[in-house]
């Protein structure tokens, strides 16, 4: 009885020693796969971007010089008119009256001046022989003269009666574009400042106008003046973006920038000018122009999605020679397209490992998978690491 107890106290001890002994010791994990690329160094021409709008080559506004009722609008909103052509007529009648009115008024003066030289060419020949007295003489020549004069004033009155008939036709000062018109017919129009009947834009070559701080335009300023200074010629290739964050084909240059820095917003504004073949531009568009605004020669450059930051520090997996990756802080600049400036904490032979995957630690051992990546190269993502 007694060994029988003994035997199955000890079978389950025999049953853990034999499970022990037959157990394989599982093969060490895989080492992971992460995509590396080296650290690029290469010149980077850096932009700033500013908000801008647009404008035509020449925005004319089309005011009216007389006032009177519309009769007509000769042509069609929104299309190509030419230098010229007849826009509006506003009604000629009582200008014409005027036009009448000042005709009889030349015809009177003249007819009154045939009279008074009449009356001088006979009276010089009496007044030489002492027939009549040099009273009359002189009275004969003032009224002569004084014909002579209305005739003067008459032709003139005659032509301003004309010229504000003639303002009752008005034609397009420029080539280009023509909007909405401000007035139909049967409108009452009049002169002054206010009263805007249409504009007309020459889309030929549009402007951009933008502001820059006073701080940046100090500090570009001084950058262009210095000798040998990396942003000369900058200002002849701006790039504009579009509202709907597309590029426009056409590069740009700096036309001029203001006299002066406006005190209420401590800003200058600067004007570049585009061509526009396509007539894509339009007067009134909010555009974004980038302008060169610094150039780092020999920059260090790393992906933006490389980049660990927290609390504020940037840091970067770097690759070691036996691939264990090892995290180093880094001091980052400014961006360049889908790149960081990388002002301190790497050398130019560096190679990056992408993040990407909760695995990776510092002093990992991986499977380094080479990507080649350039800052702004299409279709350059690295593969997820999972």
């Not at 006979?122 to 002579?148: C, F, G, W, Y």
């Not at 200058?268 to 610094?294: C, H, S, W």
């Not at 020669?297 to 660990?308: G, K």
């Not at 940037?314 to 995290?327: F, I």
Request: with cysteine; proline share 6%.
């Amino acid at each position: 009885m007694k060994k029988t107890i003994i035997i199955w106290l000890a079978l389950p001890l025999v049953v853990m020693l034999f499970s022990c002994g037959g157990k394989k010791t599982p093969p060490p994990a895989p080492a992971l796969e992460v995509s590396v690329t080296n650290v690029v160094q290469q010149d980077v021409r850096l932009e700033s971007e500013y908000t801008g709008q647009t404008y035509g080559q020449s925005d004319i506004q089309i005011n009216p010089r007389v006032d009177g009722v519309i009769l007509s609008l000769n042509f069609k909103e929104g299309t190509l008119i030419n230098k010229g052509q007849l826009l509006y007529t506003i009604d000629p009648l009582p200008f014409q009256t005027k036009v009448s009115e000042a005709e009889a008024s030349l015809a009177q003066a003249q007819a009154q001046m045939a009279k008074a030289k009449s009356d001088l060419d006979m009276i010089e020949p009496l007044a030489k022989i002492n027939a009549v007295s040099q009273r009359e003489l002189v009275a004969a020549r003032a009224t002569h003269d004084a014909a002579s004069a209305s005739i003067k004033a008459a032709g003139a009155s005659l032509e301003n009666a004309k010229i504000k008939l003639g303002y009752c036709r008005i034609t397009a000062p420029i080539s280009g574009l023509i909007g909405i018109s401000k007035v139909r017919v049967g409108d009452y129009v009049q002169p002054g400042a206010m009263s805007v009947l249409n504009t007309i834009s020459d889309l030929g070559e549009m402007r951009a106008r933008f502001t820059i701080g006073e701080q940046e335009y100090l500090r570009i300023f001084r950058e262009v003046s210095s000798e040998n200074s990396a942003l000369k010629g900058a200002g002849k290739s701006i790039t504009l973006k579009l509202s709907d964050g597309s590029t426009y084909p056409q590069t740009g240059t700096l036309s001029f920038a203001d006299r002066q820095i406006d005190p209420t917003s401590g800003a200058m504004t600067f004007e570049a000018a585009f061509p526009n073949p396509d007539k894509l531009l339009r007067p009134g568009q909010y555009v974004k122009i980038l302008v060169v605004t610094d150039v780092r020669q020999n920059a260090l450059l790393v992906p933006q999605r490389a980049v660990i930051e927290m609390q504020g520090i940037s840091q970067v997996y770097v690759v070691g020679e036996d691939n264990k990756v090892q995290l180093k802080i880094i001091q980052t600049g400014p961006t360049y397209k889908d790149a960081y400036i990388v002002e301190d904490g790497l050398a130019a032979t560096d190679k990056i490992a992408f993040g990407g995957t909760q695995l990776l630690r510092n002093g990992t051992v991986i499977s380094p998978k080479a990507t080649d990546w350039k800052p702004g190269m299409p279709g350059n993502k690295a593969t997820p690491n999972n």
